[in-house]
């Protein structure tokens, strides 16, 4: 991108938040959740964004018990449960009624561990992305969202 697009789609009201490519050739980016502030992976492969249980109460989220079963990365049918109505910010964007999964991401940081990338408190997935118009930028490593 350019920065005609970049303008153009800043004047389209986005707002753009910093990608930080990680050794495991994933993109990590500051996110807060209810104003707690933790390190999450974009996946766009991701259906629904989620949320490792030992973050619960680092994001003072309530936890529900959920049918859905969980997988990716490696690893299926994993125990989830579901926390609603969770405030969350990225950059400038925000979004007061964000439904989260919350899982096991042992997996997950481990696999970024063994890779010497840091681990990470969650991902942020497709339905954020959408809530969000999300356009990325994978060349300038820029993610934007609509404000």
């Given at each position: 991108m350019d920065n005609s697009l970049r303008d153009f789609l800043l004047n389209q009201g986005y707002t753009k938040v910093k990608l930080h490519l990680t050794k495991t050739n994933h993109f990590e980016i500051k996110v807060s959740i209810n104003g707690q502030k933790g390190?999450?992976?974009?996946?766009?492969?991701?259906?629904?964004?989620?949320v490792g249980f030992e973050a619960i109460e680092t994001f003072k989220l309530i936890a529900e018990d959920s049918v859905i079963k969980a997988a990716g990365a490696g690893a299926t049918n994993m125990e989830t449960k579901v926390s609603k109505k969770n405030k969350v910010k990225i950059g400038k964007w925000r979004h007061n009624k964000v439904i989260l999964v919350l899982f096991n991401l042992t997996h997950v940081n481990t696999a970024l561990m063994n890779h010497n990338a840091k681990p990470?408190?969650?991902?942020?997935?497709a339905d954020i992305l959408k809530k969000g118009k999300a356009i990325i930028d994978y060349q300038k490593k820029y993610l934007y969202l609509k404000v």
């Open positions: 390190l999450f992976i974009l996946d766009t492969g991701a259906s629904s964004s989620c990470v408190d969650g991902i942020i997935g």
